[in-house]
T-cell receptor, first 112, second 113 residues
Framework: GAGVSQSPSNKVTEKGKDVELRCDPI?????LYWYRQRLGQGLEFLIY????????KSGLPSDRFSAERTGESVSTLTIQRTQQEDSAVYLC??????????FGPGTRLTVL | LAKTTQPISMDSYEGQEVNITCSHN???????ITWYQQFPSQGPRFIIQ???TKVTNEVASLFIPADRKSSTLSLPRVSLSDTAVYYC??????????????FGTGTKLQVIP
């Protein structure tokens, strides 16, 4: 596709359920990033992939959060046993050279 | 990671030049300075990036003094469509093409007719 796509665009779940968020990066982009953005706040770095390897997982807020990537393609961010504080927009970005990050539209997660 | 500080909000009239300054006192030698623009319900969009002195592209200029402890994004002749949140961030450009960055809370620019 022409840009980074994310699905679903909106997700409403009940507290305690698991959710999977998907990111399809721009074809050929080797690096992929996940961020979290709470309402009215800046972006919080979660994890970075170079290919299917994740050299930096330092931003994952707890062991309920995990992510994987298939080759240099799709990535999924999984949140287990969701809590209300997990409610946020989850943004994915990809980059080819590390200079300009191309962001997707985000997934708005609401935990009731 | 270097922490950035920006004004929370700014107002400007259409057609004026807008300068948004960002402080990053503990910027590291290998850090680059990047600015992004974010419209409501959209992901951020890259505007400009620099290391030192001045960088200019078709949409903005970036001024970085010699000590690199601050930077100023300059938007010439803003229009209503420039109303957005502008993020200043610093991060390291690794040899593998990875830039780990810290996004602050950004500056909300409101352009007034």
């Amino acid at each position: 596709g022409a840009g980074v796509s994310q699905s679903p665009s909106n997700k409403v779940t009940e507290k305690g359920k698991d959710v999977e968020l998907r990111c399809d990066p721009i074809s050929g982009h080797t690096a992929l990033y996940w961020y979290r953005q709470r309402l009215g706040q800046g972006l919080e770095f979660l994890i970075y992939f170079q290919g299917n390897s994740a050299p930096d997982k330092s931003g994952l807020p707890s062991d309920r959060f995990s992510a994987e990537r298939t080759g240099e393609s799709v990535s999924t961010l999984t949140i287990q046993r969701t809590q209300q504080e997990d409610s946020a927009v989850y943004l994915c970005a990809s980059t080819a050279q590390g200079n300009e990050q191309f962001f997707g539209p985000g997934t708005r997660l609401t935990v009731l | 990671l270097a922490k950035t500080t920006q004004p929370i909000s700014m107002d400007s009239y259409e057609g004026q030049e807008v300068n948004i300054t960002c402080s990053h006192n503990n910027i590291a030698t290998n850090d680059y300075i990047t600015w992004y623009q974010q419209f409501p319900s959209q992901g951020p969009r890259f505007i400009i990036q620099g290391y030192k002195t001045k960088v200019t592209n078709e949409v903005a200029s970036l001024f970085i003094p010699a000590d690199r402890k601050s930077s100023t994004l300059s938007l010439p002749r803003v229009s209503l469509s420039d109303t957005a949140v502008y993020y200043c961030l610093v991060g390291v450009l690794h040899s593998g093409g990875y830039q780990k960055v810290t996004f602050g809370t950004g500056t909300k620019l409101q352009v007034i007719p």
